[in-house]
Each structure stands twice: as structure tokens, then as C-alpha cells.
């Protein structure tokens, strides 16, 4: 697609149920990121991608966390067992390469109630 | 730990002034982007520098590589209430980080 597409836009669930956060970033992008940004707050890294496997998942912040990426495109990013704590905008970028920037997506905003 | 450190944290100011946002970090990068989000938005990229002193200029906004590509400056003339929203600089190293941000209100 033309941008990086993020799905859904917002999403409410109950405490205790699992998510899943889909990012389709641009066709071809290689290098795939996935940030969470609290109200007011600046992005916190979670996992980065470089094609399918992930280099870096040093920001994922417990192991309720999870994230795949298949076939070099879509990615995953699933929450077990969601905490109040969770509620956040989760975001994903996409590059081509990471040495001229990003592509953001919209984000999906997160609210566990 | 890399860190890049943007100040001022907060700003707000009138329509018509100009102002500075720093970007500053002790780590070299390779290259430096600058990112500008809107409430309910995903950061827009705004610029990609690569050579220490260069500086772009978008409209009423210039920017500056520092000559040792450790610290960036982002300079915004007589700003408008449409510049309002969170700045953001990032840059790669051996990895991709972005700054603490830099967010500005203008009021009209």
C-alpha cells in the first residue's frame, strides 16, 4: 500500500484478554519497528525486525508481549493477559532503509478497562 | 546507554515568534532524521541529515547537523499555530533511536 496501515485504530478490552495488533507496513520496507507512547509521553522502543527475524526485542517489557513477522510484510504484536498498564498508542514504522527514516503508521490506541 | 536529549522539553510561545529546539547526544550518527507528530497521528518525517554542518531548510524550518554529527538543531521561523505538535529527532548509530522530544504549542 501506499502508507503503513495499522488495524485496529482503537481497541477496548477487558483486563485479562488477549490482543493482537496488526501492522502492514509498506511493500518492501525491510526493517519494521513497533513503538508504545503513553499519554503525553515520548515513543518507547519494543522490537524491531529486519526482515523476519528480530534482532532486537530488548524493549519488550514483560513476557506477556509478543511479536511476529511473516513473509517479510505483516507483523503481530500480541498482548496476553492485558494490564490497565498497557493502555498506550502502540505505533509501527517501516523503512527501506533506516539510514534516511521511518514511515509511521497511525497507530492503534489501547485502552484495558 | 545511547541517549539523544531534546530541549527544551516543553515550549509554548506566540504566533509570529521564532524558536530553537536541540537535539544533542555523545554518540556519533551516521545519519539524523527529524520527525514532527499531531495529536491521533503516527510521527511525520520532516528531514534526513547525513553530513556534519549541513543544513536543510522546509519553509520557515532550518536544519543543522552538527560539524562532529553528535547534536542537531531544529530552528523554526515566525512560528504558527499549525507547528504545533510533538518534535521528535532520531538518528542510527548501530541502532535506531529516537530522541525524548520536544513539544510545542503556538498560540494563535
Known amino acids: 500500500g501506499a502508507g503503513v496501515s495499522q488495524s485496529p485504530s482503537n481497541k477496548v478490552t477487558e483486563k485479562g484478554k488477549d490482543v493482537e495488533l496488526r501492522c502492514d507496513p509498506i511493500s518492501g520496507h525491510t526493517a519494521l519497528y513497533w513503538y508504545r507512547q503513553s499519554l503525553g509521553q515520548g515513543l518507547e522502543f519494543l522490537i524491531y525486525f529486519q526482515g523476519n527475524s528480530a534482532p532486537d526485542k530488548s524493549g519488550l517489557p514483560s513476557d506477556r508481549f509478543s511479536a511476529e513477522r511473516t513473509g517479510g510484510s505483516v507483523s503481530t504484536l500480541t498482548i496476553q493477559r492485558t494490564q490497565q498498564e498497557d493502555s498506550a498508542v502502540y505505533l509501527c514504522?517501516?523503512?527501506?532503509?533506516?539510514?534516511?527514516?521511518?514511515?509511521f503508521g497511525s497507530g492503534t490506541r489501547l485502552t484495558v478497562v | 546507554t545511547q541517549l539523544l536529549e531534546q530541549s527544551p522539553q516543553f515550549l509554548s510561545i506566540q504566533e509570529g515568534e521564532n524558536l530553537t529546539v536541540y537535539c544533542n547526544s555523545s554518540?556519533?550518527?551516521?545519519?539524523l532524521q527529524w520527525y514532527r507528530q499531531e495529536p491521533g497521528e503516527g510521527p511525520v518525517l520532516l528531514v534526513t541529515v547525513v553530513t556534519g554542518g549541513e543544513v536543510k531548510k522546509l519553509k520557515r524550518l532550518t536544519f543543522q547537523f552538527g560539524d562532529a554529527r553528535k547534536d542537531s538543531s531544529l530552528h523554526i521561523t515566525a512560528a504558527q499555530p499549525g507547528d504545533t505538535g510533538l518534535y521528535l529527532c532520531a538518528g542510527k548509530t548501530y541502532k535506531y533511536i529516537f530522541g525524548t522530544g520536544t513539544r510545542l504549542k503556538v498560540l494563535a
Open positions: 554518540s556519533v550518527f551516521s545519519s
Open positions: 514504522a517501516s523503512s527501506l532503509d533506516p539510514y534516511y527514516g521511518y514511515t
